[in-house]
């Protein structure tokens, strides 16, 4: 008989998900409060009791109950008593739990390289101009061999561009400061909500989220996710997105196993779909097609399946829609596009059934042996094994110091990377740049002095020059002096010779 999770009964029969066919993806879909989030519990245990490990996103708190026992309620017997669930015992399962900020678990790291332009552009809103400058950002530090690991790398790294642009231009592209200064002033309103915590090493391991206790039970992975949703949900989509894509690039095609190798659960998954440019939504399409030959599940949680584009909707074969409420004219038509979805039966039925449903029932459809849709049945749901609720902050600090990967990624790392490697460089041209300009300075000063000692020279050559001439001169003053009194006393002397003989 092949192996199934009982998601609960209709008129006495047991709806069951196959194992064989859990790879091929759902939706859990309601409005609030109408038990979404005790389907997909009662869902993560089913999985857990396969060996199937299991990652789920926590957006309100509640799910840390997996990790404990559920209590005796008169709810849960009366369901009990409408369902004949085999082996019902109430139970705690493993569980390990995750948290981006480090607060209510392991801290959840990846590396600026690990997520990629495609994801981070997203993540930041950037246009495609400013995309076009990411990816030359990547392509550079792939070039020149710098690890871009986290915010301050990737800062740095555009720094560094900002100050090379024009040595950078004929093999990257032209690379405007404006685009430089709008990525840079993303990456800070990004690192305000919290995503400096985010990026870094040591990051997480894609394995540690696929182990089995000693049982053969798959743990549960719970990502506290409240906090993460309510100040950055954009950065709640990137996480998930990555966590796909990393699974789909790691992990061998298996085909179809009797059961998965990882079920993934991700609630208020709106957020994924919100703004998503094309390229990374037809990304996104791809993976979620081809992840299910790699073993993987892929589920769902949100309010309608109108939040999730037609492209993906049409690769999930269980459908769990709880009730919808009728308030407005678009309530209305949702209800009936809703309808349309679910294979066989009458609409008008479908319609009236998913507004009257109460809390804990679900129209259900699930994929048979074959990997046809069955007809949607209204089903009650089974009681979970473990705790409806949170768990004390006590019990939580428990398990975690109990947990197998105590220690593993509490310290982070921060190895020599893009940030140290261009300052490296930024020191090493600076104080070339110094030894440079102390020799032209040297080479200046010397040439300086050479020609100061050749103007001393010329200087002192032409004063000697000078002396010289005025001895001369004296002498000559002299000679003349002298000339004119000689003559002057000749003259006399021949004069008065002249005049003794006409005296006489």
Known sequence: MPKSV???????VLVEQLGVMSNRHGLITGATGTGKTVTLQVLAEGFARLGTPVFVTDVKGDLSGLGAPGRPHKEVSRRLDAIPVPDYQQRGYPVLFWDVFGEQGHPVRTTI??????????LLELNDTQ????????????????????LADLRAM?????????DLRTAYGNISAASIGAIQRRLLILEEQGAEHFFGEPALTIRDLMQRDFGGHGVISVLHSERLIRESPRLYAAFLMWLVSELFEELPEVGDPEVP?????????????????????????QVVRLIRSKGVGVYFVTQTPLDIPESVLGQLGLKVQHALRSFTPRDRRTIRAVADGFPGGDRLDFETTITSLGVGEALVSALDTSGAPSPALETLIKPPESQ????????????????????????????????????????????QAARVQAEQEAAQKAAQKAKEAAQAEKKAA?????????????FKSAARSVGRTLGSRLARGLLGSLLKQTGR
């Open 388 to 431: 409806i609720g949170p768990l004390t902050p006590e019990a939580r600090a428990e398990l975690i110091a109990r947990s197998p990967l105590s220690g593993r990624y509490d310290q982070e790392i921060d190895r020599e990377s893009a940030l140290e490697m261009l300052e490296s460089r930024t020191r090493a041209a600076a104080e």
């Open 6 to 12: 009982v998601i609960g009964g209709a008129s006495g």
């Open 113 to 122: 390289s690990e997520m990629g332009p495609l994801l981070l552009s997203n």
């Open 131 to 150: 995309t076009g400058v990411l990816y030359a950002a990547f392509a550079m530090a792939d070039d020149e061999g710098l690890l871009l690991l986290d």
């Open 462 to 474: 032409s004063r000697g020059r000078q002396r010289e001439t005025a001895v001369e001169a004296l």
């Open 158 to 166: 555009l720094r560094w561009m900002g100050d090379n642009a024009k």
């Open 261 to 285: 190798r990882l079920v993934l659960f991700f609630d208020e998954a709106h957020l994924l779909f919100n703004g998503m440019p094309k390229p990374l939504l037809e990304k996104i399409e």
